[in-house]
T-cell receptor, first 119, second 113 residues
């Protein structure tokens, strides 16, 4: 079964450094998302992306964050100047249009995440 | 009041028991309701999703939604040790699949052989 793949599985970075988290969504999916999960807390929405632009973003997704789809397969999340509180699991998700129901989508499928540790 | 509330557990039951997992929510705009399973160090894996109120069954799993009470449930029949995981409820508004999901905190379930 097709799956969302994320690299690296674990990233350790010094505070203040830039980090790029990478995702390869499922190939026929058109909608892409980033979520994060701080240890012991719930999964939180960061940003959604469609047609090469941000569809929606949360309050967490401030100017330090950016997303990009640099080619036809990758979807990246960049954090410009990392803070200690950015330490979390970051999940990428994707979804496809539902070809049987007009203006509807299939559910979101998640990757296994990147564990980001800021020192 | 939190948008989605879920008892974090942990919940331990013997193998073969029926498990009931629940979430409540406050946002009336939610129309799609999902259950994800998350194993340790893995991403959320979609189990089932339902639209509006009603029941949906898939093998040993049954999802129920009561929109009037803002209450959703997942039942697992004949529970197996492999069902041991964290179960996350998630919800979205009408634009299913292309809008954000709002998650509960997750319930950690252990099935004891």
């Amino acid at each position: 079964e097709p799956e969302v793949t994320q690299t690296p599985s674990h990233q350790v970075t010094q505070m203040g450094q830039e980090v790029i988290l990478r995702c390869v969504p499922i190939s026929n999916h058109l909608y892409f998302y980033w979520y994060r999960q701080i240890l012991g807390q719930k999964v939180e929405f960061l940003v959604s992306f469609y047609n090469n632009e941000i569809s929606e973003k949360s309050e967490i997704f401030d100017d330090q964050f950016s997303v990009e789809r640099p080619d036809g397969s990758n979807f990246t999340l960049k954090i410009r100047s990392t803070k200690l509180e950015d330490s979390a699991m970051y999940f990428c998700a994707s979804s496809a249009p539902d070809r049987e129901v007009f203006n509807s989508n299939q559910p979101q499928h998640f990757g296994d995440g990147t564990r980001l540790s800021i020192l | 009041q939190k948008e989605v509330e879920q008892d974090p557990g942990p919940l331990s039951v013997p193998e073969g028991a029926i498990v009931s997992l629940n979430c409540t929510y406050s946002n009336s705009a939610f129309q799609y309701f999902m259950w994800y399973r998350q194993y340790s160090r893995k991403g959320p894996e979609l189990l089932m999703y339902t639209y509006s109120s009603g029941n949906k069954e898939d093998g040993r799993f049954t999802a129920q939604v009561d929109k009037s009470s803002k209450y959703i449930s997942l039942f697992i029949r004949d529970s197996q040790p492999s069902d041991s995981a964290t179960y996350l409820c998630a919800m979205s508004g009408p634009n299913f699949g292309n809008e954000k999901l709002t998650f509960g905190t997750g319930t950690r379930l252990t099935i004891i052989p």
